[in-house]
């Protein structure tokens, strides 16, 4: 499966972006999703992870309540939505596929990436 994330930019603190993940290929029904992020001189960290029918999700501690994935299965999307960005989310962000439930790196798919920047 193909992924293609969009919807980074630059926002002030504070601020909200929704980011999208689309694929190609193959349905994505049949995958949990997560996304990740990498920010400068740091290792890739979890951010969430939904379930197939989108009814469970999970967030890393630095975003939850801020952070909300979900999903459009009809439109082989996913999303993130962020509120309350704050300078430390700055990162690139990605989408990933995976047949099992994870919140480690070891997803099956990957998509190119997203650039989130922050200002304060």
């Known amino acids: 499966v193909q992924l293609q994330a969009s919807g980074g930019g630059l926002v002030q603190a504070g601020g909200s972006l929704r980011l999208s993940c689309a694929a190609s290929?193959?349905?994505?029904?049949?995958?949990?999703m997560g996304w990740f992020r990498q920010a400068p001189g740091k290792e890739r960290e979890f951010v969430a992870v939904i379930s197939k029918s989108g009814d469970t999700t999970y967030y890393a501690d630095s975003v939850k309540g801020r952070f909300t994935v979900s999903r459009d299965n009809a439109k082989n999307t996913v999303y993130l939505q962020m509120n309350s960005l704050k300078p430390e989310d700055t990162a690139v962000y990605y989408c990933?596929?995976?047949?099992?439930?994870?919140?480690?790196?070891?997803?099956?798919?990957w998509g190119q990436g997203t650039l989130v920047t922050v200002s304060s």
């Open positions: 290929g193959r349905t994505l029904r049949n995958y949990f």
């Open positions: 990933a596929a995976s047949v099992t439930w994870l919140t480690t790196n070891e997803y099956d798919y």
